[in-house]
């Protein structure tokens, strides 16, 4: 059974430009949560996706942030016009469906964006 | 007041001793509460997670919940220095779907 996938691992990108992160969760999980960490720090929640729906996105920056999870395939982050402060590990984690499992995340390898 | 605080550490311990992580969380209706170990550039790994008050033991691992109190803690026996990492306290909220996370505590057992 395949864990939480998360691709690119590693993502360079000039300032300016688009960064496009994937997770595909784990089999059988619908729920997707995404989080940002900087070096050295704890993890900051983002954004909670089900399915096609967005649950909870208060950890979103209010700008050139978005998320997807879409009916069919990974859930995508998508960061606009990035700047160097962007530059962070952001973890991918998904959980089961259904009692008190749901609550318990599995998390991917992360995807390490550097925005020069 | 942050939503979930840890001692930032490093907490040195000896090999073969007992290590162990404390967490506080302010929100009173909190009712899951998760330890999750990170060790330099890699993914957070789930070690526990604990929904009653008392303790629960997994292994060399035993997390302690007193809701009273607002605090979770995590005792590691036997530590090997491959228990050297970062552990972060995790906290789901009463009210919201969200895990909140601490900072983490850095755990270095030495041999």
Redesign the interface.
Known sequence: NAGVMQNPRHLVRRRGQEARLRCSPMKGHSHVYWYRQLPEEGLKFMVYLQKENIIDESGMPKERFSAEFPKEGPSILRIQQVVRGDSAAYFCASSPDAGNSQETQYFGPGTRLLVL | QKEVEQNSGPLSVPEGAIASLNCTYSDRGSQ?F?W?RQYSG?????IM?I?SNGDKEDGRFTAQLNKASQYVSLLIRDSQPSDSATY?CAV?GSS?????????TRLSIRP
């Open positions: 899951s998760f999750y890699k993914s957070p790994e789930l997670f929904y972060l789901k919201a779907s969200k895990i909140i996370f601490g900072s983490g």
